[in-house]
């Protein structure tokens, strides 16, 4: 089945610093990717639509530039969060959509593990 | 996309049959019903989806109404395993694509 890779899987840094998340489509090609944010007991919630060879689309409230996204290829994209701060710690999530698991008309995703940020 | 209704929280002996209810009374014609789950501190694992006929699959089983308004995701034999948070969400094809979480249902599988 289709597998969506987070890299890495959780990571510390210092306030102020930047920090990359990798999101790979493993066995398929992902010309769209989304990124979710979840703080603890809460649900997921929607950041961004990253699009391959194209700017991402940001959901209401999150700041394109804090949060950079690049989708350079059909199976990678990356989000940056630029000067990082003990607020931005959280579990962000990707997904990409396999058009071969999802027939006309549906729309299913698989979600990477995720990569939890701790900013100190 | 349409809003579904989940029960905060539910319990299920383990080897019980879990019975995970969503209402999405708004529901248009295109719109399929999607259920995740997400075990803590884990990406959500797409179980099943349907559009109108009850569907199965290895992990579940999804009934919906025959007015569509309303949902039941069924995990036949109930293991410690299942314990998470399941969602379920409504939305169209014409959507870009995208999933919007709700609070979903989180299931307790007790022994």
């Known amino acids: 089945g289709a597998v969506v890779s987070q890299h890495p899987s959780w990571v510390i840094c210092k306030s102020g610093t930047s920090v990359k998340i990798e999101c790979r489509s493993l066995?398929?090609?992902?010309?769209?990717m989304f990124w979710y944010r979840q703080f603890p007991k809460q649900s997921l919630m929607l950041m961004a639509t990253s699009n391959e060879g194209s700017k991402a689309t940001y959901e209401q409230g999150v700041e394109k530039d804090k949060f950079l996204i690049n989708h350079a290829s059909l199976t990678l994209s990356t989000l940056t969060v630029t000067s990082a701060h003990p607020e931005d710690s959280s579990f962000y999530i990707c997904s990409a959509r396999d058009f071969g698991l999802s027939p006309s008309g549906a729309n299913v995703l698989t979600f990477g593990a995720g990569s939890r940020l701790t900013v100190l | 996309d349409a809003k579904t209704t989940q029960p905060t929280s539910m319990d299920c002996a383990e080897g019980r049959a879990a019975n995970l209810p969503c209402n999405h009374s708004t529901i248009s014609g295109n719109e399929y019903v999607y259920w995740y789950r997400q075990i803590h501190s884990q990406g959500p694992q797409y179980i099943i989806h349907?559009?109108?006929n009850n569907e199965t699959n290895e992990m579940a089983s999804l009934i919906i109404t025959e007015d569509r308004k309303s949902s039941t995701l069924i995990l036949p034999h109930a293991t410690l395993r299942d314990t998470a948070v399941y969602y379920c969400?409504?939305?169209?094809?014409?959507?870009?694509?995208?999933?919007?979480f709700g609070q979903g249902t989180t299931l307790q599988v007790k022994p």
């Open positions: 349907g559009l109108k």
């Open positions: 969400i409504v939305r169209s094809p014409s959507n870009t694509g995208k999933l919007i």
């Open positions: 066995d398929f090609q992902a010309t769209t």
